[in-house]
């Protein structure tokens, strides 16, 4: 079946402009998760969410970033007023359920890049 | 609060040598511990997980870990390397289910 997908793969922006990455989960799960990886280091949570319950917004590293989710479908992260230290690899994740006995499924990520 | 520290940034081994790679964990509970391996330009793919069940997990590719309490460790191995093999390791800890926590990564290099 179809795995999780993520949307634009790579995206160029000029500083001080807004971007807005896509996350199309697995159907049926409902965890969702959005991770920041910069280059040479290991992932650094940002957000997720449990199906209609208030989303986990503890790791957004500034009021710049946010994030949205209708029901358990799909996914937007919004980074306002880009930085160049906003430069990396965002990764989305999947799964049945928030708990650590479900498997995250990972999508491909979106590199992004800050110029 | 909840942290892993992986050993390594780097491992090189011969193929057909075992496959060590690090992994220390701080948590407040029983934690749940997982790796994950990234291949070149593919996604995060779960090699295995330890969720208080048997302490030690065999997992996909001959991959297995052992969930050490006492020693804070929960260190990948493989018996015997292969080429495939090659590409960057997450140890990750979890104490709800609801924030994972990654290590920084260790890159395996299998010299032929």
């Known amino acids: 079946g179809a795995g999780v997908s993520q949307s634009p793969s790579n995206k160029v922006t000029e500083k001080g402009k807004d971007v807005e990455l896509r996350c199309d989960p697995i159907?049926?799960?409902?965890?969702l998760y959005w991770y920041r990886q910069r280059l040479g280091q290991g992932l650094e949570f940002l957000i997720y969410?449990?199906?209609?319950?208030?989303?986990?917004k503890s790791g957004l590293p500034s009021d710049r970033f946010s994030a949205e989710r209708t029901g358990e479908s799909v996914s937007t992260l919004t980074i306002q007023r880009t930085q160049q230290e906003d430069s990396a690899v965002y990764l989305c994740?999947?799964?049945?359920?928030?708990?650590?006995?479900?498997?995250?499924?990972f999508g491909p990520g979106t590199r992004l890049t800050v110029t | 609060a909840q942290s892993v520290t992986q050993l390594d940034s780097h491992v090189s081994v011969s193929e057909g040598t075992p496959v060590l790679l690090r992994c220390n964990y701080s948590?407040?509970?029983?934690?749940?511990l997982f790796w994950y391996v990234q291949h070149p330009n593919k996604g995060l793919q779960l090699l295995l997980k330890?969720?208080?069940?048997?302490?030690l997990v065999k997992g996909i590719n001959g991959f297995e870990a052992e969930f050490k309490k006492s020693e804070t460790s929960f260190h990948l191995t493989k018996p015997s390397a292969h080429m495939s093999d090659a590409a960057e390791y997450f140890c990750?800890?979890?104490?709800?289910?609801?924030?994972?926590?990654f290590g920084t990564g260790t890159s395996l290099t299998v010299i032929p």
């Open positions: 330890y969720t208080s069940a048997a302490t």
């Open positions: 948590s407040s509970y029983s934690p749940s």
């Open positions: 994740a999947s799964s049945l359920r928030s708990s650590a006995h479900y498997e995250q499924y």
């Open positions: 969410f449990q199906g209609n319950s208030a989303p986990d």
């Open positions: 990750v800890v979890s104490d709800s289910g609801n924030q994972f926590y």
């Open positions: 159907s049926g799960h409902t965890a």
